[in-house]
């Protein structure tokens, strides 16, 4: 009998992370706004399509939104990952308009067209900013939960600096 047959899936976020597949490691999704605030976030093992956290990302947002209008449409900003028909369905049905381009795409319009500004370096800082926290950069931590804590922690802080200087 092989070592993952005597062990069984967690039943709870303390039990411990197992591994599957060929990468070890956590990924972290976060969605942000345009200031990179981060709005909501979900973790999985590293070996799990960028795709499969979209509709979980989404409907973990911790505010309220604004209800979109044709004035006002909301935007959804994602790099190539979140790239397919499912992926576009789960965006539309929220009530976003998807922006999903590849990083090619936005690095020939920055080229090709004077003042464009690519919008995918919002959540690239904000992942910056949550490697800045040690604790984080590197996953040591045995179970799923007390990651998330760290992150919603660092999320939280991040707020905090960035409402200080948008108001401060």
């Not at 990179?36 to 093992?45: A, N, Q």
Request: charged share 25%.
């Amino acid at each position: 009998m092989g070592r993952w047959a005597k062990l069984r899936w967690p039943l709870n976020a303390w039990d411990r992370t197992l591994r599957i597949g060929e990468k070890n490691g956590r990924k972290r999704s976060v969605l942000v706004d345009e200031r990179g605030v981060p709005l909501s976030l979900t973790v999985s093992g590293a070996n799990v399509p960028d795709v499969k956290h979209l509709e979980k990302l989404l409907d973990g947002i911790a505010i309220s939104r604004p209800e979109p209008d044709e004035a006002h449409p909301q935007n959804l900003c994602a790099d190539a990952g979140y790239m397919g028909k499912a992926a576009m369905q789960a965006v539309v049905d929220r009530n976003y308009q998807p922006h999903i381009k590849q990083r090619r795409d936005e690095a020939e319009a920055k080229r090709t067209q004077p003042g464009y500004k690519p919008r995918r370096w919002t959540v690239e800082r904000t992942h910056s900013w949550f490697n800045r926290y040690r604790k984080l950069l590197v996953s040591f931590e045995k179970t799923t939960a007390s990651y998330i804590s760290l992150l919603a922690l660092a999320a939280a802080l991040t707020a905090w600096r960035q409402t200080i200087t948008i108001y401060g």
